[in-house]
């Protein structure tokens, strides 16, 4: 006969005590301290004096996140890791420092979850409701520190060659926009987002010297009309936060303004089918109950169907960043 399995607790006992790394790894981005091993602090002692915290406290930071494997040890020298030296020190171009530190306000609120899960507080607007221009310039200089990559990513994978008009639903600091103007020759974008988040949509257009091709839209995709004659819709990382009657609402919205022959794509965080997973589109979904929104994670054919019922053909999931992001797009026909 088979012998059962052996049950521990170690697994669970890893998971109940998982939002300690999330501390260290943002303790240490606040710190700096991987800046301070790339600039060479790379001893428990120099990184203690280079960020201010005692020898005591240095070793025992850097032990975890050794530990984490975020840093490597050899003899007395530490180092970064290959991801850490690319997006975690300071002066790096890639650094997404913002990003790592962008759920940190909703640290409290996730210590009360379950209290979160009994509320039957909710609204449409879930996190927005209220965001100020200086919510939008902290929101966005964490999805601009990760978006850009993205947004490299969507232009590689799609062709816009002859497009004209690309709309770019809550289009946040605006990097599909401009990465896929500077890409494709002779295409414009707009990018409709709240009133608030437009104002820093300008300010990284401007930055990016890309005011001539992008412009902004202050609305509510849900209810702003869109404007006429776009031939692709973009919605990027805003599927959980919607209910899918609107998601439905928003993608009927988009094929009626398209041109016949346009394109729409939905980039987001997606189910398998069976919903066992990924965690990650998983996470999004519960955290629309710390949000207070009606927002809930979609499964790949959900999306699909919120296309094919508005009337888009050629329908299909591309993969996108494997395991986390998945693109489906659909056509209006011509
Ligand atoms: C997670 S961000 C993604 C930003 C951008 N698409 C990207 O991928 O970098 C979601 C964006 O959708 C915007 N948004 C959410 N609900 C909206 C609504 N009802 N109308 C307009 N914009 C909205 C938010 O303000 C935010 O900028």
């Known amino acids: 006969m088979a012998e059962k399995p052996r049950l521990d607790t170690t697994r669970l006992q890893k998971m109940a005590q998982a939002y300690w790394e999330s501390a260290a790894l943002m303790a240490a981005v606040e710190l700096e301290v991987f800046t301070a091993i790339a600039h060479g602090h790379d001893t428990v002692p120099t990184v203690a ?44 171009d890639r650094y997404a420092g913002p990003w790592i530190l962008f759920t940190k306000p909703r640290w409290t609120a996730f210590g009360e979850l379950s209290n979160r899960l009994r509320s039957p507080e909710e609204n449409r607007l879930g996190a927005y409701v209220n965001f100020t221009v200086e919510d939008a310039r902290r929101y966005h200089a964490a999805t601009y520190s990760i978006g850009m990559g993205a947004a490299r990513l969507f232009s590689r994978s799609v062709d816009l060659k002859g497009r004209k008009l690309l709309l770019d639903l809550g289009g946040g600091s605006g990097a599909y926009s401009i990465v896929a103007t500077q890409t494709f020759p002779g295409l414009k974008a707009i990018v409709l987002d709240l009133p608030p988040v437009t104002v820093v949509a300008d300010e990284y257009i401007a930055a990016n010297k890309a005011a001539e091709r992008v412009t902004t839209l202050p609305g509510d995709f849900t209810r702003t009309e869109f404007p006429q004659g776009v031939d692709v819709v973009v919605m990027a990382s805003n599927l959980p936060q ?58 790949e ?21 494997p395991g986390v992001l998945s693109r489906i797009a659909g056509r209006k026909p011509a």
């Open 49 to 92: 004096k280079a960020v201010h915290i005692s020898e005591r406290n240095a070793e025992r930071l850097l032990t975890a996140l050794t530990a984490m494997t975020l840093l490597t040890r050899e003899n007395d020298r530490l180092a970064n890791a290959p991801d850490v030296q690319r997006f975690l020190v300071k002066d790096s």
């Open 242 to 299: 919607y209910e899918p009657d609107l998601i439905r609402l928003v993608v009927g919205k988009a094929f009626a303004a398209l041109v016949p022959g346009g394109e729409m794509h939905l980039v987001g965080e997606t189910l398998h089918d069976d919903r066992s997973g990924p965690l990650s589109a998983a996470l999004w979904g519960l955290n629309e109950a710390i949000q207070h929104s009606t927002g809930r994670a979609h499964t």
């Open 301 to 321: 054919s959900e999306v699909k169907g919120y296309l094919q019922g508005a009337g888009f053909s050629d329908v299909a999931v591309h993969p996108f960043v």
